[in-house]
């Protein structure tokens, strides 16, 4: 009993211990951060593994995320004749919803894991302390690219991933199944609002751009230098990351969504 | 991968991504349609709204012509005041009717209006003096229990 308590206690004292690190990495990140865009090349670089890379995976589970909610919005839809209401459906869960979140956690396993692993093994071989003692600041010179690269990034990945869904949902919904194309289009575009669903989409994939890069930086940074470590520490980014995206969409969520209507 | 190619790929990821957002904004949303158009306000007092929703469509002819800009309540007449904005295109005679419609059985309600036959034409800030209300179903069931009830007891009466 006493050990467990001793146990948990030390467990709770690590964890607190972490996020204030974690608190004063993110601080020290964005100040050191002058070098990510005086040398916007090393950013760019880590944009295109970051961004263009997950490319081909965003674009294709968007499209099959947009085809299947095509097919089960029209078979519900229909049971009530409002199938021309299948534009609005589809555009609204994808543009508020699940643009962000899917492209998020799809991004943390691709991308975030990546990012982890490259850092902790740099760690692991001690290439960051041989940046040290060059007088070379490996958050400067190698974090901060990686982080603005994903937080750039994401964005950019979530509208695709949302446009390609609803590409995905015309494709299912008018070309397949015979939707008026008049209907689903106008009525998608009177129900979709810029400011209350769009650009509310697009602060949600940018606080998730944050979380994720942040998460998956600083669990390289954090990583233990050794291989059980870095392997650790990428599980540990992955699961975190999509915690994290599941609970600020919630957070995000009740406070975009409930005040309005 | 020399840098330049990185770069042009960057680039090309940048540029649709840009698109894609600009997609969402224009032929998803509503961005291009009623934010640049002029309009002008005009007020409509009904006795029940029913479940009028801010911005939405009115509609002349089957035709949207504004939306919903407010709903407010007067306190003093115990009535609805909605506000309405309209295209500047369409100018209405001072007699039109507003009317609280529904879009189908189960569709969204909306304002509909009825152009009048009086020569001088609608400014802005006037009011619209003929409303009829949205139908609400508890009201209308309640009727007609109410008529069969009567049809039931002038029958028992006749006998």
Redesign the interface.
């Known amino acids: 009993m006493r050990a467990a308590l001793t146990h948990l206690g030390a467990a709770v004292t690590a964890g607190v211990w972490r996020l204030g690190y974690a608190a004063r990495f993110f601080g020290y990140l964005l100040a050191h951060s002058g070098t990510a865009f005086r040398r916007f090349?090393l950013t760019?670089?880590e944009?295109?593994f970051a961004?263009?890379l997950s490319?081909i995976i965003i674009l294709v589970s968007g499209l099959f995320v947009g085809m299947v909610l095509g097919l089960q919005g029209y078979d519900t839809l229909q049971r009530?004749g409002?199938s021309e209401a299948l534009g609005v459906l589809v555009?609204l869960s994808l543009?508020r919803e699940l643009g962000p979140v899917v492209a998020g956690l799809l991004f943390a396993s691709r991308a975030g894991s990546a990012i982890t692993a490259e850092i902790g093994l740099m760690k692991a071989t001690e290439q960051l302390s041989a940046m040290e003692m060059m007088a070379v600041d490996p958050v400067a010179r190698v974090v901060a690219p990686r982080f603005w690269g994903g937080v750039i990034?994401m964005?950019?990945?979530a509208?695709?991933f949302?446009?390609?869904g609803?590409f995905g949902g015309y494709l299912v919904g008018v070309v397949l199944i015979g939707v008026d194309e008049g209907a689903f289009?106008s009525q998608?575009?009177?129900a979709?609002?810029?400011r209350e669903?769009?650009l509310n989409?697009?602060i949600k994939s940018v606080v998730f751009g944050f979380a994720v890069s942040l998460i998956a930086v600083f669990e390289g940074f954090d990583a233990t230098p050794t291989a059980e470590g870095v392997s650790r520490a990428t599980t540990r980014t992955v699961v975190t990351s999509s915690l994290a995206i599941l609970a600020l969409d919630f957070v995000l969520t009740a406070l975009m969504f409930t005040g309005g209507? | 991968m020399t840098?330049s190619t990185?770069?042009l790929?960057?680039g090309?990821?940048?540029a649709?991504?840009?698109g894609?957002?600009l997609?969402?904004?224009l032929?998803?949303?509503?961005?291009a349609?009623f934010s640049t158009a002029e309009t002008y306000r005009v007020e409509a007092r009904f006795a029940n709204i029913g479940g009028l929703?801010v911005?939405a469509?009115v509609k002349s002819a089957g035709v949207v012509v504004g939306r919903v800009a407010e709903i407010g309540f007067d306190n003093e007449a115990y009535e609805a005041v909605a506000e309405l904005t309209l295209d500047a295109r369409f100018k209405f005679p001072r007699d039109t009717s507003a009317k609280i419609l529904t879009s189908?059985l189960?569709?969204e309600q909306y304002i509909g209006l009825e152009a009048g036959a009086d020569a001088r034409m609608l400014a802005d800030g006037e009011r619209l003096r003929l409303t009829q209300s949205a139908v609400v179903l508890e009201n209308l069931i309640g009727q007609f229990f109410t008529s069969k009830a009567a049809e039931g007891g002038e029958a028992k009466g006749a006998k």
């Open positions: 090349g760019v670089r944009i295109y961004g263009v490319l009530y409002s555009a543009v990034s964005p950019l990945l509208a695709l949302s446009a390609m609803i289009w998608m575009q009177a979709v609002d810029v669903d769009i989409g697009v209507n | 840098r990185i770069d790929w960057v090309v990821f940048v649709i991504g840009l894609a957002l997609f969402l904004a032929k998803v949303g509503n961005l349609s929703k911005r469509p189908g189960l569709g």
